[in-house]
Structure formats: structure tokens, C-alpha cells
């Protein structure tokens, strides 16, 4: 638990969601598409 936050959790459930909300914030932007620009040649 110390290498995700200083403090302990209480709780299973607390723990739980606290790395639900890391893997959300995380993986977030990997599916987003960027737009490519195509060139004119």
C-alpha cells in the first residue's frame, strides 16, 4: 500500500477503488486518436 500513497487504507474496498481511480486517470488518453495531418505533395 506505501507504494501507492504515504498513508494506509482502512479498507479492502477503499483500496480497491483508490486504484480504480489510478488505472482510470492513467490509461485515460491511450485511446484516445490524434489527428494526423496529411501533407500534400
Known amino acids: 500500500d506505501l507504494a501507492y500513497r504515504p498513508q ?3 479498507s479492502e474496498t ?3 477503488g483508490y486504484l480504480f481511480e489510478l488505472y482510470e486517470k492513467y490509461t485515460a488518453d ?3 486518436k490524434e489527428k494526423t495531418k496529411k ?3
Open 8 to 10: 494506509p487504507f482502512t
Open 14 to 16: 477503499n483500496r480497491m
Open 30 to 32: 491511450l485511446f484516445t
Open 39 to 41: 501533407r500534400k505533395r
